[in-house]
């Protein structure tokens, strides 16, 4: 890793990849925390 | 020896901050791959013969130069680089009495840190351990970002070509240096103005030479830390900024720079829909709280108005009462005093 | 089957009859035209069609087809995201007209995209082939192929309770609330990049519109022009499509002066946020040169002047203020994006260099502009967008 450019890279391609997977995960927690007021 | 309080205090402040410092893993430094190539040009030593705009067409297989290399004409104005030039050599001062005339050869800077390669969403472009940057066209989409982005004006595009148009720059003649020989430009010069190296080198010959002819050029060398720094290293006897180059750039590299924004995106998809959530679950106990209040005073006023009716009702029982109470007195009191009046007669 | 109620099909427009209504002729030569330029864009290049060059790669189908238009779409997920996560149900009635004016806004966008590359058969490999994650317009692409799918998915109840297929009209219903978030957090993304995209050229793009808050002022301005998009829009579909509205005219003017009050707020924002900006960078110096001239009609002429008319129309309950804001606004988020694209882009650069868009240019972004309306008309004219379908009415 001799260049910013090539750390940029490596960091951000992972960043996009975790945050897609964070966001999707989002639904069943929020699914999960608000069963009991869907259940009613 | 005694440890003064003092002394003590300022050891352990020392201490901490040489760890600090010894720990540096949120504050980034790169410094490139190490031993990669670069040139230095010497505007002093430019005469602008243009043998290197010849050379590098020849190379690269281009057409040939269109205005011919002994007509003084084409430095009446300021070109730049297309994509059948990939550098071209402009006039920046014209001779005088006292003062031969000023050239500069423009081209890509091949930068330590290339925006055109931070900008591309392809990834199209690479910094090579030996120092160019290449671009490879077979990923390209033609956006022609990088050729918005670069501040050297150095990258051109095949507008002309309706299916295949490819972003045209110097290549520092990579495949050559790989054989081992010179780029063409500097093989070309006969002035020695473009000298190929090591960049390292390159610094190092460049402080010479300021060193030794400390009248001749200007205390700096362009391209040692400008945005980054390049690969392209420029001597110049006239301030840099006369050779259509900025020396009061910054030396933050571009790519910290363009994507500097960028790490707000992460932050926008994790907190967004936990904040958005919020509020819509906000805005819904908001609803149900006002339908609660709305119905509690519509049962209060129900209740009430309830209270009233029956108030009224009980009043004008009452009254109905005493009206019936009145009208039995009145008439028992008029039969009594019948009955007394017809008693007497 | 299909169960559509019989009264649930709009009522005929006055004077419709005949394919060959002026209306028709008109848009189908600009059309006509527009494919014809883009037939020579493919066989002879972007030069024989556009007026760009190496120093202005960037021209009106960036500068307006994209930039504008992404800005101008806005409409979608601002009315979206005040009803359906804001609770501000009063303005469910000019939900669907803004979706569906964002997503055919996107679809102009792409279009333009798909003109202005040099391989636009290539547009997908960024996620296919190469990805170039560094790259603001990387962040970009994802961003509004994404939403386009969203403001895709989000404009399909009309369609379903159209055809009559309540299990898909019921499944999209569901979805509304995941889909606004995600069209709230994509559109504050790439609305902000599209400026983010610009700090990579602090020495071409002129210090009074660069800044390291370019994604801010880029956000801002787009939810100015995406409110006043929808005031415009509901202007001219309000009178096209008179005889489907349902909502009375007091219902609908109480809507744009809500619209009114909320693009004045807007606008003073920004205002303040170049104000800020001038400061922190100090350059009010600037303002005394011809750019800084310039750069002040844009400001006071397009920002500060429709901030006052939305503010008074608003005010003293004067519509036709509120209206001629609108339009000022538009036209001013055009200005900006044109400024920073092409005008203000290469201020230092040598004037015969300067870049004004070719006639060819201007004919292909004016026929995708008529294809968005054309399409806009077709649907409107059959699904339920300007009224609700009586079968679901009052439903999310």
């Known amino acids: 890793m001799h260049t910013l450019f090539d750390f940029l890279t490596h960091t951000k391609g992972i960043a996009y990849v975790v945050a897609g997977l964070l966001l999707v995960s989002y639904i069943p927690f929020w699914r999960f925390l608000t069963e009991r007021e869907r259940r009613h | ?345 | 089957m299909s169960e559509v109620a019989m009264d649930a099909t709009p009522p005929e427009a006055p004077g419709k009859g005949g394919i060959f209504t002026p209306f028709n002729i008109i848009t189908t030569v600009i059309l006509l035209g527009g494919a014809a330029i883009l037939g020579l864009r493919f066989t002879h290049g972007l030069a024989a069609t556009t007026n760009l060059s190496h120093t202005y790669p960037w021209g009106l189908w960036i500068g307006f087809d994209v930039m504008s238009g992404v800005a101008l779409a806005a409409g979608g997920f601002v009315t979206s995201s005040a009803v359906y996560l804001f609770g501000m149900k009063e303005y469910k009635p000019i939900v669907r007209p803004a979706l569906l004016t964002g997503f055919l806004g996107y679809f102009l966008v792409v279009l333009g995209l798909l003109a202005d590359l040099g391989r636009p058969w290539r547009l997908p490999f960024p996620f296919i082939k190469s990805a170039g994650p560094t790259s603001p317009l990387f962040e970009v692409a994802l961003c509004v192929a994404l939403y386009l799918t969203v403001l895709f998915i989000e404009s399909t109840p009309p369609v379903f309770e159209w055809l009559g297929l309540k299990w898909w009209r019921k499944l999209v219903g569901s979805m509304t609330i995941a889909l606004t978030i995600l069209g709230l957090i994509l559109s504050t993304m790439h609305q902000s990049t599209l400026g983010a995209m610009y700090m990579v050229a602090p020495t071409r793009l002129h210090p009074l519109w660069y800044s390291s808050h370019i994604p801010v002022h880029f956000f801002v301005s787009a939810v100015a022009a995406g409110l006043a998009m929808v005031i415009v829009e509901g202007m001219i579909s309000h009178r096209a499509f008179h005889h489907q509205v349902e909502i009375s005219a007091e219902r609908f003017e109480s809507i744009n002066f809500g619209l009114a009050k909320a693009a004045a707020v807007t606008l003073a924002v920004y205002l303040a946020i170049k104000c800020v900006g001038l400061a922190i960078e100090d350059e009010w110096h600037l303002l005394g040169t011809g750019w800084g001239a310039w750069f002040l009609v844009e400001l006071l002429g397009f920002v500060l002047l429709p901030c006052l008319l939305f503010a008074v129309g608003y005010r003293e309950r004067r519509l036709t203020l509120v209206r001629v804001a609108a339009v000022i606004t538009v036209i001013g988020i055009m200005l900006n994006r044109f400024n920073i694209t092409f005008v203000a882009y290469n201020w230092n650069r040598a004037t015969t260099e300067i870049y004004v868009p070719s006639w060819m240019e201007i004919w292909v972004t004016v026929a995708f502009i008529t294809f968005a309306v054309v399409a806009f008309r077709w649907i409107a004219n059959r699904m339920p967008v300007m009224y609700e379908h009586p079968d679901w009415k009052g439903v999310h």
């Not at chain 2, 410094?31 to 670069?38: K, Q, T, W």
């Not at chain 2, 730049?80 to 423009?106: F, P």
């Open chain 2, 1 to 345: 020896m005694t440890v003064t309080r003092r002394g003590f205090i300022g050891g352990a402040l020392g201490a901490a901050a040489a760890a600090a410092t010894a720990d540096a893993g949120t504050v980034k430094h790169f410094e490139g791959y190490p031993g990669r190539y670069g040139l230095l040009h010497d505007t002093t030593l430019c005469v602008g013969c243009r043998s290197c705009e010849a050379a590098c067409k020849e190379v690269n297989g281009l057409p040939p130069v269109t205005e011919p290399l002994d007509d003084p004409t084409v430095f009446d104005s300021i070109r730049r680089s297309t994509d059948t030039s990939l550098t071209v050599v402009n006039r920046y001062v014209e001779g005088g009495d006292d003062h031969g005339a000023v050239y500069r050869k423009l081209q890509c800077m091949h930068c330590n840190e290339p925006c055109c390669a931070t900008v591309c969403p392809c990834h199209a472009f690479e910094k090579t351990p030996e120092g160019p940057v290449l671009y490879h066209a077979e990923l390209c989409m033609g956006c022609r970002y990088c050729v918005m982005a670069c501040p050297y004006y150095a990258l051109a595009y095949e507008y002309d070509n309706p299916l295949t148009p490819k972003v045209m720059r110097c290549t520092m003649c990579y495949d050559r240096i790989k054989e081992g020989k010179l780029p063409g430009c500097a093989e070309a010069c006969p002035m020695g103005a473009i000298t190929f190296g090591r960049r390292e080198d390159l610094i190092r010959v460049a402080r010479e030479r300021i060193r030794k002819f400390p009248d001749r050029y200007i205390d700096h060398i362009f391209g040692e830390h400008e945005f980054g720094g390049t690969s392209w290293l420029v001597l110049s006897g006239v301030p840099f900024r006369e050779l259509g180059l900025d020396e009061g750039l910054t030396t933050e590299p571009l790519p910290a720079i363009a994507t500097s924004y960028l790490g707000v995106v992460p932050l926008v998809i994790t907190i967004y829909p936990g904040l958005l959530l919020g509020m819509y679950a906000f805005s819904k106990r908001h609803e149900a709280v006002a339908a609660a209040e709305r119905e509690e005073a519509v049962t209060k006023a129900l209740a009430e108005a309830d209270e009233a009716t029956q108030q009224k009702l009980a009043a004008a029982a009452d009254r109905a009462a005493k009206d019936k109470q009145r009208a039995i007195d009145a008439a028992v009191k008029k039969a009594l005093a019948d009955a007394e009046k017809g008693g007497e007669s």
